[in-house]
């Protein structure tokens, strides 16, 4: 069938066939072209041989060098791990009291600690940890703390959470029903004096006696709260489940109250504290009325 | 394939000569991969041997380029070039520069890993990337105007190819003698001797091709401190990788490639034919006066007959790339003027006058040919495509000095926190928080003030300087070369509407410079 000749212009042969008087040159691949081929092929050798190439049934062949992307992941991983120990160490170390002295490790802290909230935490308070009004998810940002602002508080009410049952030394406060126990009247005037502590509203007798007898002991006389059992502060401009006068009204007849889950155990104590810190930095962290000269750690050796 | 009209008999061609416009044009074949001076000149046709066959081949194998040694003007001006391009590029890396305590003391450093990069007193920063494009925009137009003025001198002179090729052609001189001896050895079986040669004078090859690859990484990290990590075997990977690489690409490139770069893969060759003129000064063989070529015997027997070029072929045997300027300018070509060197050292001799190869424009070629008097270098230099091209290129350069010289070393960035976007306090109070970015250009650490400026009664504080020292002003030290990022807390008291306000910046040194930023406030707005 071929028919090859040679091309008396080009001097090149043709590829022997014809179609309506036209024909292909069978010109000849370029040299440098022909050897990087030939180099394509090798290479593809020596990968075949030394990576995971051929797909099998349930898993490809391993190649001579053991080389696999999961096993790259997991070392790049155990190496950032490594890189962070030095912090978590040094963290594991310090105590809560001492960390805001040490800038640096604060700094490390704070970042972590964002890391952790994003995980663990956004799911309730949100990604900018301004919480929720209408959930009652506090806002951390703030300076209002219903169990206390500085590093170690906080750090106790992440470890126990509040009102968690199983925990003995959760946070825990209870707020009375008062439904059926006023009128309306009664009511109104309880609510006005409530709300006159942070001046929106005029105070009267009947609600300041209501309030002396029913509210004062856990709230006090002005309403300044009582962190010790977790009484919120009444004369103030933040509200935890809103300002208004029927939020407050439902708030004294039925009350809602929060919980927060404990997570001792379920975060290591080096988290822990790192999220402490990044709580404490969101721009409402108390300080430390007042630190002890050595205060205790338990140091967990395998933070 | 055939002409319709061409009703000669097949296999006869047409040698008949057609006259236009006064100049005699034949018919016969000229191969289009033959540059056709006439083209460019229209003054003559090639005086090339009739081609019964045309060779079309795709592929052309390198013929080897053996360059004669020559002495001359140019040749002298080419060792000086590659002496001063070769000095700066290994030299300046171990060039010293003080910058103080915070900042490298390498003159020229690129500091890919902290992101800096250094020239002399001249610091540049990432975002300040412009500088170099403008830099680089003043090398390309800094060639249209050498092109436009003097042809292809880059190609001939400053080329990094042309440099490398020169000094791995004079290396092959050095090891296995002139241009004659080279083509005996090339031609030469493989004997022993010539083995030992040949390796010998590519162990040479790989010795430059190393030492162009070492100096190479020696602009990225500090010189000394990276040859003793270097020879020690603690360097970074890349830096053995780029020296291997560079090492493989001057051996290939300059040692075996050479011209086929030039003529093959350079697209310079290209762009600078398309900004040549008439008027650019270009390597020119004057044929008016050299054609037709006759030995000196004949010219003696002859005398009326010959023109001045002898056919020595001195300046074939001398040209770096392997190519008869007598063709008429060509991408070849690179315009070294070796060949100028070549031919005026045989009109020497042979007493005849300079300048059968000479440096021309075109038009003062045609001029000249015509008798009449050519123009003087200046007047061919000075024109205004060429001064429009110094001024643009001198425009830029001053423009990028302008903004050197007048450029903050510092600077401020705000982001103001979106969520939440505001924070109410305790006592009623208004708090929003921002992130602010503070620039440092200086090689030692600042002291600066960040102020809050239209926002009555603000107070600021920040994540490093507690509530209780809030005022409208802060002061922070910002560390040399860096930026530093100060979260700031600013709190108005109750009832202030949501509004714009600034962040000032000031260093707190003899420069006193500052940086305004114009940021949000917000308010809940009903209340």
Redesign the interface.
Same mark, same amino acid.
């Given at each position: 069938m071929a028919n090859k000749r040679i091309d008396q212009?080009?001097?090149t042969p043709t590829v022997g066939h014809e179609w309506d008087g036209i024909e292909e040159l069978d010109?000849?691949l370029? %040299?440098w072209w022909l050897w990087t081929f030939y180099l394509t092929i090798a290479f593809a050798v020596g990968y075949v041989i030394a990576y995971p190439a051929w797909p099998m049934i349930d898993r490809a062949t391993e190649g001579v060098l053991g080389w696999s992307s999961r096993g790259e992941l997991a070392e790049e991983m155990s190496a950032a791990d490594q890189a962070r120990a030095t912090v978590r160490e040094q963290l594991a170390r310090i105590p809560i009291e001492r960390l805001p002295e040490d800038?640096p490790l604060m700094q490390q802290a /704070?970042a972590g600690g964002a890391a952790a909230f994003r995980v663990n935490c956004v799911q309730c308070h949100? !990604?900018?940890a301004?919480g929720s009004q209408e959930l009652g998810y506090p $806002?951390l $940002?703030? =300076?209002?703390w219903l169990w206390g602002g500085d590093l170690k508080a906080i750090e106790y009410t992440l470890a126990h959470g509040i009102r968690q049952a199983g925990d003995d030394e959760t946070r825990s406060s209870v707020m009375p029903p008062f439904a059926g126990a006023f009128d309306t009247d009664q009511l109104n005037a309880l609510t006005d004096h409530v709300l006159a502590f !942070?001046g929106k509203a005029e105070s009267n007798p009947v609600g300041a006696q209501i309030y002396a007898d029913n509210c004062a002991a856990c709230h006090g006389i002005r309403g300044e709260g009582d962190r010790a059992q977790g009484a919120p502060?009444l004369n103030?401009?933040?509200w935890l489940r809103g300002s208004s006068r029927e939020a407050i009204k439902q708030q004294i007849l039925n009350p809602r109250m929060g919980m927060m889950p404990k997570w001792e155990g379920r975060l290591d104590p080096v988290t822990l504290k790192m999220l402490a810190a990044y709580v404490h930095?969101l721009?409402?962290g108390e =300080?430390f009325v007042e630190v002890a000269e050595d205060p205790e750690v338990a140091v967990d050796e395998q933070p | 394939m055939n002409n319709p009209e061409d009703n000669r008999p097949p296999g006869e061609r047409d040698w008949s000569v057609v006259v236009e416009d006064g100049i005699a044009k034949s018919n016969q074949p000229v191969s289009g991969a033959i540059a056709d001076p006439a083209a460019t000149t229209r003054r003559h046709e090639p005086h090339e041997p009739a081609r019964e066959h045309?060779?079309? +081949?795709?592929?052309e194998p390198r013929k080897a380029v053996h360059n004669k040694r020559i002495d001359g003007p140019f040749r002298r001006f080419k060792w000086l070039v590659m002496l001063v391009t070769l000095g700066i590029y290994y030299v300046t890396p171990w060039i010293r520069w003080d910058r103080g305590p915070y900042a490298p003391d390498q003159a020229v450093l690129v500091d890919l890993a902290n992101r800096r990069f250094y020239m002399f007193s001249i610091e540049i920063w990432p975002h300040e990337f412009y500088f170099v494009a403008g830099l680089l925009i003043m090398a390309g137009i800094g060639l249209f105007l050498v092109t436009s003025a003097v042809g292809r001198a880059w190609c001939g002179y400053a080329c990094p190819q042309t440099v490398w090729t020169d000094l791995f052609q004079h290396v092959d001189r050095f090891v296995d003698g002139d241009r004659n001896a080279r083509i005996r050895l090339d031609a030469a079986p493989w004997t022993w001797s010539k083995v030992a040669r040949r390796a010998f004078k590519w162990s040479i090859y790989l010795f430059i091709g190393f030492w162009t690859g070492g100096a190479w990484i020696m602009y990225f990290a500090d010189a000394p401190t990276l040859v003793q990590n270097f020879w020690r075997g603690e360097a970074a990977s890349v830096a053995y990788i780029t020296v291997a690489v560079l090492t493989l690409t001057t051996v290939t490139l300059g040692g075996f490639m050479r011209e086929q770069v030039c003529i093959y893969m350079c697209p310079w060759p290209r762009i600078q034919t398309a900004m040549m003129d008439e008027k650019s000064l270009l390597v020119t063989y004057k044929d008016w006066r050299g054609e037709p070529r006759g030995s000196v015997k004949k010219a003696a027997k002859n005398p009326d007959r010959f023109g001045d070029c002898i056919d020595c072929t001195q300046c074939v045997q001398v040209c770096p790339t392997g190519i008869d300027i007598r063709e008429g300018p060509q991408i070849g070509c690179i315009t070294c003027g070796l060949c100028i060197d070549a031919c005026d050292r045989v009109m020497d001799d042979i007493g005849r006058p300079r300048g059968l190869i000479d440096y021309a424009t075109l038009e003062d070629c045609e001029r000249e040919a015509a008798g009449e008097a050519v123009k003087s270098p200046w007047r061919t230099l000075l024109r205004p495509r060429t001064i429009a091209y110094t001024m643009i290129w001198a425009g830029i350069g001053g423009a990028l000095l302008f903004a050197l010289g007048t450029r903050s070393h510092t600077e401020l960035t705000v982001a103001p =926190?979106? $969520?939440?976007p505001f #924070?109410? #306090? !305790? =006592?009623?109070s208004v +708090?929003n !928080?921002y992130t602010l970015k503070i620039r440092n250009m200086e090689s030692r650490p600042r002291a600066m003030e960040i102020a809050v400026e239209g926002l009555p009664g603000a107070l600021m504080w920040t994540?490093?300087i $507690? +509530?209780d020292e809030a005022s409208a002003t802060q002061r922070v030290t910002v560390p040399a070369d860096l930026v530093r990022a100060v %979260?700031a807390?600013v709190a108005v008291p /109750?009832g202030t509407a949501p509004q714009q306000f600034e962040f000032r910046v000031t260093s707190l040194d003899e420069q006193r410079e500052t940086d305004v930023v114009e940021t949000r406030f917000d308010a809940p707005e009903d209340e």
């Open positions: 212009p080009t001097g010109t000849p370029p %040299r800038g /704070v949100g !990604s900018g301004a $806002n $940002n703030d =300076d209002d !942070s502060t103030d401009a933040i930095s721009g409402g =300080d | 045309l060779p079309e +081949r795709l592929y =926190d979106r $969520n939440p #924070m109410l #306090m !305790s =006592d009623g +708090r !928080s994540d490093t $507690n +509530r %979260r807390y /109750v």
